[in-house]
């Protein structure tokens, strides 16, 4: 065990005769509760702490005026105001705040009251230049014994470049939004055009195949026939000595002008001229019987909107290209088109049982002409969404849902000043 100590009132006496620190340590000391040089100077240490914080602290009172109580240096450095202006008997909070943002704040800081939570404001208020500056106000009430509430706390932040960022930013993204809502416009309107010159070059194809090559081919066949007539009438002429069968000439021009009146039809069918959409498909699926031996079952009703003619022609040809695409590779005699009409879109569907086929491989060959490709293309770029199912285990849908409100757009689009387009999907394909 240590060696005891002497503890006795002598032995301390005399401790404290030899060790002066001792005896400075007996003598009464201040009581820094109640001494005012002591409580200055943690007053000045504790004001000295606030000021080095980023912003100002401040303490106020909860009335329409927010009177000052205490604002920190850092509200001078923010506003160009010194603090000690902010006072009962002189300038209020309220005088500095941007008057629009007052009955925000009042507001926000009334629910943290009632709620007795905390609030994050952020709001305006004029420099000493009258300029205007973005403050974040973070504060909580302090309630009495009685649940009153006695003054605000809360700390205030300079957020102005961060709020002005902020600003540039959404301007960029407005800017940015209205250049590709024009782009889309323009593309729109390229893609209508687009379609309708095509068309004219078709229409125009077959009229010089109508009005041209068929009156020739015409004409060609009459005198065809006065040869076979002459011919016939004639006993020195043994037709069966002559190198070529002159009835075989009769019937490659009767083949051939088939052939040019059905080019015509093709590159421009009269029923585009006036019919509506189930009329148009009704005589494309009469038309694939006639020429092709491809039978096609349409099944839906008459639409109960309106499909102007620049859409009626964009959907009229990519059912075709759809009902092409079959014939050639499905390796089956017959298609299904389905045409409804929901709440929202036009929907038109073409379906077959056929072979099926790889989409993604397909879609990424096809570079040139007016296939599966360009159909697709050109009715999303009018905000329709197409999308193209052939499973491995057979068989293709492709469908096509266009919606009805576009159809309102399209003598803006025509116009060039088609509003932007709603957001949402365009669809996959």
């Known amino acids: ?34 001494d005012p040089d ?59 705040i941007v008057s629009a943002d007052v009955q925000h704040i009042r507001d926000e800081v009334a629910r943290a009251v009632t709620n007795r939570t905390p609030y994050n404001i952020e709001y305006r208020v004029l420099t000493s230049d009258g300029s205007v500056r973005w403050l974040q106000d973070s504060g909580q009430p302090l309630y009495d014994d009685d649940g009153h509430v006695r003054w ?21 993204m407005e800017s940015l939004e ?11 309107t390229l893609a209508v055009e687009l379609s309708m010159v095509e068309q004219q070059e078709r229409s125009d194809i077959a009229r010089t195949l109508h009005d041209e090559l068929q009156q020739f081919l015409y004409g060609v066949q009459v005198q065809t026939k006065m040869l076979l007539n002459d011919i016939e009438s004639n006993p020195n002429v ?30 421009a069918p009269p029923v585009l001229d006036s019919d509506g959409l189930l009329e148009s498909l009704q005589w494309l699926r009469s038309h694939f019987d006639e020429t092709r031996g491809f039978d096609v079952q349409l099944k839906g009703d008459r639409l109960s909107v309106d ?30 088109v389905h045409i409804a009409e929901t709440s929202a879109n036009i929907v038109i569907a073409v379906a077959d049982e056929g072979c099926g086929f790889d989409v993604a491989k397909e879609l990424e060959k096809e570079r040139t002409g007016y296939g599966l490709r360009t159909a697709g293309e050109r009715l999303r770029l009018l905000g329709a969404n197409f999308q193209i199912d052939s499973p491995p285990s ?31 999907p365009s669809g996959a394909s």
């Not at 009835?247 to 009146?261: G, P, V």
């Not at 159809?407 to 088609?418: A, C, K, V, Y």
């Open 178 to 188: 209205e250049t590709v809502a024009t782009r889309t416009r323009q593309v729109r």
């Open 38 to 96: 002591a409580s200055g100077d943690r007053m000045r240490r504790l004001d000295a702490l606030v000021n080095r914080l980023p912003g100002a602290v401040y303490r106020c009172t909860y009335d329409r005026e927010w009177t000052s109580l205490y604002m920190g240096d850092g509200f001078g450095e923010i506003t160009g105001i010194a603090p000690d202006s902010l006072d009962a008997a002189g300038r209020s909070f309220r005088d500095v």
């Open 307 to 336: 499909v102007p003619d620049e859409m009626l022609l964009i959907f009229f040809q990519a059912v075709r290209e759809l009902l092409l695409n079959t014939y050639r590779h499905a390796g089956i005699g017959k298609a299904t």
């Open 152 to 172: 605000l706390n809360g700390i205030l932040l300079d957020i102005t470049r961060r709020r002005e960022s902020e600003e540039s930013l959404r301007d960029l």
């Open 238 to 267: 043994d037709p069966e000595a002559l190198s070529v069968d002159p009835s075989r000439i009769d019937d490659l021009l009767r083949e051939a002008i088939q052939t040019t009146r059905g080019l015509s039809v093709d590159l």
């Open 394 to 424: 057979g068989g293709t849908k492709c469908t096509i849902r266009f919606p009805k409100q576009r159809l309102q757009e399209f003598p803006s689009i025509l116009s060039g000043d088609m509003p932007p387009p709603p957001p949402g």
């Open 1 to 34: 065990m240590p060696p005891s100590s002497d503890t006795s009132p002598d032995s301390r006496e005399k401790s404290a005769d030899a060790d002066p620190s001792s005896a400075r340590a007996r003598r009464p000391s201040r009581d820094r509760a109640t």
